[in-house]
């Protein structure tokens, strides 16, 4: 089956830092990929969807210049917490699809924030 | 307006137990696929199964079996014989047109020795 990565899988940082996180598709092109965000014992929320070459579609609510979103590849699509705060601790899962699997994403296996 | 609707909050079985997880959803596309994944506490989710909306049929796969009935627009799981590696968090999907997958709230099981 296809796999997604992310790196890193766990990162702590102090307030007003920024950090990226990376999803990378290993075995196929991924024309679409999704960021998710997940608090503590709730479900994936949908934050943005990125086309490669485009600029990502953010769900309402979420702010853009907040959660940067880069997808550059076909293969790689970054987030991007920008001056991050207590408040953006939480559990981020990307997702991907593209030509070769038929309707269905496949998630990676998510990246643990934490900001001091 | 697309909804998944996972009443159980949390479910406590016994081991060997048979245990049925609820899923609703809502949409009003003609077309769309819904899939069950599974949370263990590592929080990498494990894709369980997907159905795309033309295709009623039941699916057993080994413990697990899946009924899914658009007349009620329900995708229930069932796990047969549950085991303490069953405890996990279940999520049940909904996609719709262009690829936009939403979550129910979830389905927290825990299963007992």
């Known amino acids: 089956g296809a796999v997604v990565s992310q790196h890193p899988s766990w990162v702590i940082c102090k307030s007003g830092t920024s950090v990226k996180i990376e999803c990378r598709s290993l075995d196929f092109q991924a024309t679409t990929m999704f960021w998710y965000r997940q608090f503590p014992k709730q479900s994936l929320m949908l934050m943005a969807t990125s086309n490669e070459g485009s600029k990502a579609t953010y769900e309402q609510g979420v702010e853009k210049d907040k959660f940067l979103i880069n997808h550059a590849s076909l293969t790689l699509s970054t987030l991007t917490v920008t001056s991050a705060h207590p408040e953006d601790s939480s559990f981020y899962i990307c997702?991907?699809?593209?030509?070769?699997?038929?309707?269905?994403?496949?998630f990676g296996p998510g990246t643990r924030l934490t900001v001091l | 307006a697309q909804k998944v609707t996972q009443a159980q909050t949390e479910i406590s079985v016994v081991e060997k137990e048979d245990v049925t997880l609820d899923c609703v959803y809502e949409?009003?596309?003609?077309?769309?696929?819904l899939f069950w994944y599974k949370q263990p506490p590592s929080g990498e989710l494990v894709f369980l199964i997907r159905r795309n909306s033309f295709d009623e049929q039941n699916e057993i796969s080994g413990r697990y079996s899946w009924n899914f009935q658009k007349s009620t627009s329900s995708f229930n799981f069932t796990i047969t014989a549950s085991q303490v590696v069953d405890s996990a968090v279940y999520f049940c999907?909904?996609?719709?047109?262009?690829?936009?997958?939403?979550f129910g709230a979830g389905t927290r099981l825990f299963v007992k020795a």
């Open positions: 997702s991907a699809e593209g030509p070769t699997t038929y309707n269905e994403q496949f």
């Open positions: 999907a909904l996609c719709t047109g262009g690829f936009k997958t939403i």
């Open positions: 949409t009003r596309d003609t077309t769309y696929y």
